[in-house]
Structure formats: structure tokens, C-alpha cells
T-cell receptor, first 116, second 115 residues
Framework: DTAVSQTPKYLVTQMGNDKSIKCEQN?????MYWYKQDSKKFLKIMFS???????INETVPNRFSPKSPDKAHLNLHINSLELGDSAVYFC???????????????FGPGTRLTVL | DQQVKQNSPSLSVQEGRISILNCDYT??????FLWYKKYPAEGPTFLIS?????DKNEDGRFTVFLNKSAKHLSLHIVPSQPGDSAVYFC??????????????FGKGTKLSVKP
């Protein structure tokens, strides 16, 4: 059983298109995240979300929006795709709440997005 | 500005020897540090962590050391095994907006363990 899954694994699309990446976790976690790993290999937080609040990294363009239909899912919608959006996007989840600093994030396998 | 730095992009070690991966940070507000391991085409997986109130945490072959005054942590793997070959990410947590802290990652160090 995959704890955190993402679909699709690979996504190739044209500039200007709108696309979505889906993420599901079966760990019963309260908090989910989206990360971007760019060409320089940095893993950077884009969003963290639980059923109470959405925290957005201020550097993320508003073309990116997370959508959570329920606690187990956090999908990433990207509008008007640009060349610079090409990257690997990782979803993650954690128990969240007050866990004394031992809150471990579990990552999905990643989605490699290529914008042509 | 990189708050978490892994200055060695790669490290090669002989099987059975010790692997030492280093990480430096700049933000004195970090209160929790983690190491993640990543194989190609997979997501990072949690390896070991340490709270800022400790200076050492050990789990089997993996030990993390924290030197707060130097803002430096290291991961020791002994003995190293070929299956340890992967990219290792150092990460630190900073409290943000009162919600669960977000992780700040380093750029990673690619470890190759040769038989």
C-alpha cells in the first residue's frame, strides 16, 4: 500500500495550458504539503494545508492553487503554465497538530512536469 | 538566501567505512533538524531527526550530531553499505504563522558507497 501517491508521474504540456496534479494519502494525516524541486535540486515548500488553514509560501505565483476535496487529498492546480514551472513536484503529508516537534513528513514519489 | 546548506554535492565512500554528511544552517530559530534519503524516481524518505535540545541522536547505523554554536549538523553512517547510495537531504524546521512548521531543505549530497 502506497502511503502517499501522486498522479500522474510524468506530465508534458504546452505553455499556457492549465493542468492538475493529484495527491492522496492513506495515513490518516491532518496536514498535507506541496513542494517544488527545481533544476537546481532545491526542495522548496509551496503550500501546507490542514482542515483549518492554508499556509502559502509568498514566493508561489497565484497561478498555483491547492484544492482539497477531503482530508486525504490535496490536488495542485496550475493555470497558464510557463516554462519556468518545469520541475518535480512532491506531495507530502504529516500528522500535524501539536506533536512535540516529531512530526515527520511522508513524501509521494513526485510528478515530473515539463512545460514546452 | 540558503538557510540550510549542504556544501558537498557528492561523496564517495568504500563499503564498510564511515560516511559523514555535513549540513550548515544560518537561522538560529530552527528547533528541529531532519535527514531525508532519496532514491532516483522516488520521494524523500525520513531517516533520522534531532531536536535542538540534544546534541546527538542514534538509530542503528545512523547517528546525527548537532553543534548549535557552530550551526552545524552531520550524519554519520557506519558501516556504510552499497544500499545507502542515495541523495541525502538535510532539513530544518522553522515555526511559521503558528501552524505546523515548514521544512527548509538543503540541496542534497549524493552518496555513493562502492563495494
Amino acid at each position: 500500500d502506497t502511503a502517499v501517491s501522486q498522479t500522474p508521474k510524468y506530465l508534458v504540456t504546452q505553455m499556457g495550458n492549465d493542468k492538475s496534479i493529484k495527491c492522496e494519502q492513506n495515513l490518516g494525516h491532518d496536514t498535507m504539503y506541496w513542494y517544488k524541486q527545481d533544476s537546481k535540486k532545491f526542495l522548496k515548500i509551496m503550500f501546507s494545508y490542514n482542515n483549518k488553514e492554508l499556509i502559502i509560501n509568498e514566493t508561489v505565483p497565484n497561478r498555483f492553487s491547492p484544492k482539497s476535496p477531503d482530508k486525504a487529498h490535496l490536488n495542485l492546480h496550475i493555470n497558464s503554465l510557463e516554462l519556468g514551472d518545469s520541475a518535480v513536484y512532491f506531495c507530502a503529508s504529516s500528522q500535524g497538530g501539536t506533536s512535540g516537534g516529531t512530526d515527520t513528513q511522508y513524501f509521494g514519489p513526485g510528478t515530473r512536469l515539463t512545460v514546452l | 538566501d540558503q538557510q540550510v546548506k549542504q556544501n558537498s554535492p557528492s561523496l564517495s565512500v568504500q563499503e564498510g567505512r564511515i560516511s559523514i554528511l555535513n549540513c550548515d544552517y544560518t537561522n538560529s530559530m530552527f528547533d528541529y533538524f531532519l535527514w531525508y534519503k532519496k532514491y532516483p524516481a522516488e520521494g524523500p524518505t525520513f531517516l533520522i531527526s534531532i531536536s535542538s535540545i540534544k546534541d546527538k541522536n542514534e538509530d542503528g547505523r545512523f547517528t546525527v550530531f548537532l553543534n548549535k554554536s557552530a550551526k552545524h549538523l552531520s550524519l554519520h553512517i557506519v558501516p556504510s553499505q552499497p544500499g545507502d547510495s542515495a541523495v541525502y537531504f538535510c532539513a530544518a524546521r522553522v515555526l511559521y504563522g503558528g501552524s505546523q512548521g515548514n521544512l527548509i531543505f538543503g540541496k542534497g549530497t549524493k552518496l555513493s558507497v562502492k563495494p
